[in-house]
């Protein structure tokens, strides 16, 4: 599976962006999806997670309420929709794709096999 992630870029706070991951292959719609950041001198830390077939998402306390995940498994991309931008949104964004059997929207960056190049997301103040 590749993943490549896109739509990252430079806003100011309280703007908005939307990352989009398109990933290869025929098994897309059989893997929960997950958006993961990171940001300099820091851990990748998770995100949000969207189950296989979109029914059930998984965010991150600090983002609930201003991110929204979201899946076209017939397009095989899923979405971040970033709204509410703060500075402290800023990092390195990754997509990546846990093929666990029937395993849900996960937070844990150990469940996922494939993991997108990343896309840079700067939030100024």
């Known amino acids: 599976v590749q993943l490549q992630a896109s739509g990252g870029g430079s806003v100011q706070a309280g703007e908005t962006l939307r990352l989009s991951c398109v990933a290869s292959?025929?098994?897309?719609?059989?893997?929960?999806m997950g958006w993961f950041r990171q940001a300099p001198g820091k851990e990748r830390e998770f995100v949000a997670a969207?189950?296989?077939?979109?029914?059930?998402?998984n965010y991150a306390d600090s983002m609930k309420g201003r991110f929204t995940i979201s899946r076209d498994n017939a397009k095989n991309t899923v979405y971040l929709q970033m709204n509410s931008l703060k500075p402290e949104d800023t990092a390195v964004y990754y997509c990546?794709?846990?093929?666990?059997?029937?395993?849900?929207?996960?937070?844990?960056?150990?469940?996922?096999?494939?993991w997108g190049q990343g896309t840079q997301v700067t939030v100024s103040s």
């Open positions: 292959g025929r098994m897309f719609s059989s893997y929960s």
């Open positions: 969207i189950s296989r077939t979109g029914g059930a998402t």
């Open positions: 990546a794709a846990c093929t666990i059997f029937n395993r849900g929207p996960t937070g844990r960056k150990e469940e996922y096999d494939y």
